[in-house]
T-cell receptor
């Protein structure tokens, strides 16, 4: 059971470049999320999706875009990369039993450096 | 965004000792308080969670204590082991669910032999 799979694990970008972080889950979860993790800052929600075709902004969406064409996939697009986007990015999913609580399943992360 | 303040930032405990990590939240209606454990190079994983209608929950060596009136909750790790060395995050989930989650800033725990 693969769970939540993220690619790539590491990437170095130059300022102004664009790239897509891939995320796929095989648990048939409706809810998917993208977080960024910065040292001493905890996890911040970038975007989330409650089902195919439905996405919404989280706490820190600027500089990012997402799409959700299937239940399994939730790619995160970085346009015009900036040094402030240097971070570790985590994709997560869940299918909450009630009121969207329960366990959140995370991928292993994608470490992005923008130089 | 509501804040959750987590302390300490780092913690060193001897093997067999008790590790205690604290979180405090602001005045809002939270429904769910999970703790996540993260090993280096891995994503966070749910460790234990509590709802505000109970004051304590225990799972093995891990216990959450919850003080609703003080708006505080804490994680206690009894008989701490080197394998517990990880970063621990508390979180508070309001009725809006994980879309509105607030994570603490994390505590890096090191258990030394």
């Amino acid at each position: 059971n693969a769970g939540v799979t993220q690619t790539p694990k590491f990437r170095i970008l130059k300022i102004g470049q664009s790239m897509t972080l891939q995320c796929t889950q095989d648990m048939n979860h409706n809810y998917m999320y993208w977080y960024r993790q910065d040292p001493g800052m905890g996890l911040k929600l970038i975007y989330y999706s409650v089902g195919a075709g439905i996405t919404d902004k989280g706490e820190v969406p600027n500089g990012y875009n997402v799409s959700r064409s299937t239940t399994e996939d939730f790619p995160l697009r970085l346009e015009l990369a900036a040094p402030s986007q240097t971070s570790v990015y985590f994709c997560a999913s869940n299918d909450p039993p009630r009121r969207n609580t329960g366990e959140l399943f995370f991928g292993e992360g994608s470490r992005l450096t923008v130089l | 965004q509501q804040q959750v303040k987590q302390s300490p930032q780092s913690l060193i405990v001897q093997k067999g000792g008790i590790s205690i990590i604290n979180c405090a939240y602001e005045n809002t209606a939270f429904d769910y308080f999970p703790w996540y454990q993260q090993f280096p190079g891995k994503g966070p994983a749910l460790l234990i969670a509590i709802r505000p209608d109970v004051s304590e929950k225990k799972e093995g060596r891990f216990t959450i204590s919850f003080n609703k009136s003080a708006k505080q909750f804490s994680l206690h790790i009894m008989d701490s082991q080197p394998g517990d060395s990880a970063t621990y995050f508390c979180a508070a989930i309001p009725s809006g669910g994980y879309q509105k989650v607030t994570f603490g800033t994390g505590t890096k725990l090191q258990v030394i032999p």
